[in-house]
């Protein structure tokens, strides 16, 4: 059900100087105060991968019909390609609501800054609400979602490593909500979904993509940093993929026992991003003092990992009773301010 087409990029030896969408007016770096009742409404959708971001952005969309329009605020999913691979939500999957900045940047443009995001970001918020919609911004890379909410943004500043204080004053009214899951459980998910995208021909997607010479992870830029590229990229070095499929290859012990190695390295490094994400956020809320409302989502993933879950009925049942139901609650009252 994936609209990916085939993807037959080769990155340039060299990136160009000035990407395509960052040949425009960069405005003021900064915004005067307003205060909270004329700021613009903002729905932010926050958690680590995997936690059910999108599934919930389009769960509440459809509850409020024809409310919001969602803004991507994953860095990888910005650009074309890899949307197996950088798990975007499939064209189906989204039910005719609009998404803005989600695979639209060609990779070889370059990479996108925080900077440049939160212009692009800031005029899609502006063009939703003029069309009296309210913008739903949904993603987990907190670095994008900080550059784009700060009243104050200071580029090239990592507010996250620098020790650098996190401001609390932010130039949309915004209503946060946190889907989380203990990390133990969601550990567990993230390894059954590296295993599903690889059934549904992630392995296929990277051989399209990678470069099998390039594994210097020094020169990795934009999309070739999503995890699954740098992690198969030495896997193709050894075997580079053949015009056929990968599984008409004789079953070589070796290559199987490389592939494994892959495998585990993804799913290690998914978890990593999941932890690093929700420490991350864990700033925001702490000292940024942003106020996150934090959905629990262990019992909805802890049936998805059971194996007596028949069909997923029983992680839905959880899923929207426990995230769903909780979050219309609290974006009904921050919609009826
Ligand atoms: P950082 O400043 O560390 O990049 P961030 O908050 O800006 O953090 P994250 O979303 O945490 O951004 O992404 C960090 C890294 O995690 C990316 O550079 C990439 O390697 C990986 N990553 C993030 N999102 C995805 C994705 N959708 N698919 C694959 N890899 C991803």
Known sequence: SLS?????????????????????????????????GHKDKLVVIMGATGAGKSRLSIDLATHFPSCFEIINSDKMQVYKGLDITTNKIPVPDRLGVPHHLLGQFDP????????????????????????????????????????????????????????????????????FLWVDASLTVLADYLSKRVD????????????????????DL????????AIGVPEFSRFFKKYPPICESQKARPDD?????????????????????????????LRLRVAGGWDLQRLDATEAFRAVVTSEDDDGKRWSEIWQKQV??????????????
């Open 196 to 215: 599903e995208m690889l059934d549904s021909g992630m392995l296929e997607e990277l051989a399209e993509f990678c470069e099998p010479e390039d594994d």
């Open 253 to 281: 012990p070796v290559r199987r026992g490389a592939y494994k190695e892959a495998v585990r390295a993804i799913k290690d490094n998914t978890c990593q991003l999941a932890k690093t994400q929700i420490a991350k956020i």
């Open 108 to 175: 070889l443009d370059g990479e996108l800054t925080p900077a440049e995001f939160r212009q692009l970001a800031g005029q899609a918020v502006s063009a939703i609400t003029s069309r009296r919609k309210v913008p739903m911004l949904v993603g987990g890379s907190n670095s994008l979602i900080h550059a784009l909410l700060v009243d104050r943004f200071e580029p090239g500043v990592d507010v996250f490593q620098d020790c650098a204080a996190i401001s609390s004053e932010l130039r949309y009214n915004c209503c």
């Open 324 to 337: 769903v139901e909780a979050s219309v609650k609290i974006v009904k009252r921050f919609l009826e301010q």
């Open 218 to 225: 020094a020169i990795r830029t934009g999309l070739r940093k």
């Open 4 to 36: 990916s087409p085939a993807v037959t990029l080769t990155p340039p030896p060299s990136l160009p100087q000035k990407p395509r969408w960052a040949r425009m007016d960069s405005g003021p770096a900064t915004t005067t105060a307003v205060p909270l």
